[in-house]
């Protein structure tokens, strides 16, 4: 196959068919979704067989425990995916929508008009079942998708695939408004990252290093996150139990995701107080901690931390921990290792609360709330196609808003300007 | 002079002077915007000996009318420069804003802040005044600027920026918060564009040269537009005289900017009762006209429109004309053509309007009102840094909004994740 010419008609068909999404009206997007969620639950039988193709190769190949549990389809997960998209269904349709409309001096009324971006790639691992939930969000937000799972995931990815285009075909609207790339050569990825002309932004959803490809060979623009170095900083003004039970929530209620407590910081004068509880907590449930001299002296068999420790995101049971002076110590901290995603501090002081506030440069700033409500259903979006730490565009976890766009609409009755 | 370490240099006192730019209060921002207007009304006539500089050594050189016309500043330009800053001192300070604070189901209340983007490297060309205008937008803004001005403004700008350097140190702030690139030397605009780790946007303002080289060479996001081929469709159910006036206006009051119209299209349902007058107009006002057949049999004098001529931004006494079938067909026009900056519609039918305002993809789309009004103070935005044809982040007429970012806050009264 030539790469090239099969990705570049990918691209030509995904404009094309994002001009036709842009324009459909909500009933008709809900219908392509149901549809869609229909017959996932209808195919359920083979949709798992189309798994266990996938899963027996990445068990020949030796893949990964985490990986291989990460491509498993079950009866639920399947079930699940459809409840997804039904879920989309019922969030409001964001497209469309005039904002701000507001008279002028000239006698023109201006306004900005909600419009889908056009057309979205998102690059993916493992889960299969981020092409239902990708799809279905991009398709509610009025655009054209291009999906590129993971080479492990091929037959599970086509197989839902066949629901979508099945869904949508239904609802009357082009089967190219969601496309999943066919081949697994890996010149296809470097193909789409070139395509700029086709394509509107690109979704890198994996491991840091996919993100690193991506942002590399990339000319398109990006929603994506590097690193969760997230901070939990307990203020001596803290509310003692509050602060015990952020702490450790923070840190061990996942350790997996991105908005997990990385690095702990402390202020001395509320130290002894709440270290050697916390230490006591996350030693029961196995957590390692490193931690600087004034840490290591309230707890007992805690390793010493390296400069390389506050950089890093261990997504793993570690936790690096700091003793700072207090509040303006802990904001350098997080200016100077943290990874502009997700920080929290622990106060009653409403001051201090506003300061972080306002001088930490993260995607989400919390008070007195754990990090792990760094999520687009936690804060109500419905969904979420990602987070991102990226200041421009969309910022933090990122719903159907994220990807759409704002145009002015500007209405008058013959006005010229003067 | 090694141009790497300068650049180096300048980009991180940005970054250090972004912070604290960032967390200073309104009042602050002002007294510093309101010393350095005070500043240009006083050093009048130095900035004008400046200026006198650039001007010889400009005619010594040959540069072109329109580039040394562009280049002058007078005691009038120079007071606009110091007015320019006082009006952004009226307008309201984005920074800091929490919207849409709403309670979930956690019991965390989340909304989103209003935050400053950082550091901003705005590349210009002549125009002495982009940089008391671009300084004072971004410090409004929050943010840090890194200026770097044409080579043949070097005098008048280093003049300019002593003032705001002036008003900078005496309202308390950092005088790195906006700094002008001293050199000439063109690779220093090279570095600016490598330097992601201290620039977060670029803003090219400049001729499509400029703008190419930026996105060629450059790995930081831009706000930018790269042509303005705006549309005028009269529509068979338009006013005639509404569409004569727009068509008129949108051409004609201003040939050089980026919002006039490029290409007339009109409804062949109603060519014959608006061309011949439209081009009576057009002729007598000098405007080339180049048509389709259809338009040169209602126009005598019109020259052949060739299939370039749909794609051009003449900025000049140039028009393209074309007789379209409908709307259909002048949608599909824009489509193909267009640029996505600016296109207006004239009809009286509302289904229409809407029809092109939902599917025409550009920046700014206007019923029954000139191009002309693509512009943030028509918009209401009471300054603009530039006009973008991208659809993420900044779109249209950017103003201070456009030069700030959302994060979201949490508050929460010590809530985990269950």
Chains 1, 2 share one sequence.
């Not at 030509?12 to 001009?19: H, L, P």
């Not at 639920?76 to 904002?99: F, N, W, Y």
């Amino acid at each position: 196959m030539d790469i090239q010419s099969y990705m570049t008609g990918i691209g030509k068909q995904a404009r094309a068919a994002s001009r036709l999404v842009a324009k459909a009206d909500t009933a008709t997007k809900n219908k392509a979704l149901t549809l869609t969620a229909q017959a996932i639950e209808r195919d359920v039988k083979r949709l798992l067989a189309a798994n266990a193709e996938d899963l027996a190769a990445a068990h020949a190949k030796k893949l990964e425990p985490a990986l291989i549990d990460r491509l498993t389809l079950t009866e639920k997960t399947v079930a699940a995916m459809a409840d997804g998209l039904r879920q989309i269904v019922k969030l409001p349709d964001p497209i469309g929508e005039i904002s701000k409309l507001k008279q002028q001096p000239s006698g023109i009324r201006v306004g900005r008009m909600r419009v889908p971006l056009g057309v979205i790639a998102i690059i993916y691992e493992s889960r299969p079942n981020v092409t239902a939930d990708a799809a279905g969000l991009c398709l509610k937000a009025g655009n054209a998708a291009i999906l590129r799972g993971g080479s492990e995931a091929i037959h599970s990815n086509q197989a839902i695939a066949a629901c979508v285009h099945e869904g949508l075909k239904n609802a009357g609207l082009p089967e190219t408004a969601v496309q999943v790339v066919e081949t697994t050569d890996r010149a296809a990825v470097g193909e789409l990252l070139r395509m700029n002309e086709y394509v509107d932004i690109v979704v890198p959803r994996g491991g840091k290093s996919l993100i690193e490809r991506v942002l590399r060979e990339s000319r398109i623009p990006m929603i994506k996150h590097l690193d969760g170095v997230c901070h939990v900083y307990i203020d001596d003004r803290a509310d003692v139990e509050k602060a015990i039970r952020i702490a450790d929530n923070a840190k061990t209620q996942r350790l997996g995701t991105c908005n997990t407590m990385e690095t702990l910081l402390v202020a001395r004068g509320i130290a002894d107080k709440v270290l050697p509880r916390l230490g006591a907590i996350y030693q029961d449930k196995g957590i390692e901690l490193r931690g600087d001299d004034a840490s290591r002296n309230l707890v007992p068999g805690m390793k010493p931390a390296t400069e390389e420790d506050w950089y890093t995101e261990y997504l793993a049971a570690i936790l690096a921990v700091r003793v700072v002076d207090g509040l303006d110590q802990a904001i350098e901290h997080i200016a100077v290792y943290g990874s502009q995603h997700t920080d929290a501090i622990v106060t009653e002081d409403q001051a201090r609360a506003q300061r972080f506030l306002r001088e930490v440069d993260s995607s989400s700033v919390l008070v007195n709330a754990s990090t792990r409500f760094a999520d687009g259903y936690e804060y109500g979006l419905g969904a979420e196609i990602g987070i991102s730490t990226d200041k421009l565009h969309a910022r933090g976890p990122v719903g159907l808003e994220g990807l759409t766009s704002l145009k002015w609409v500007v209405f008058g009755d013959g006005q010229i300007r003067t």
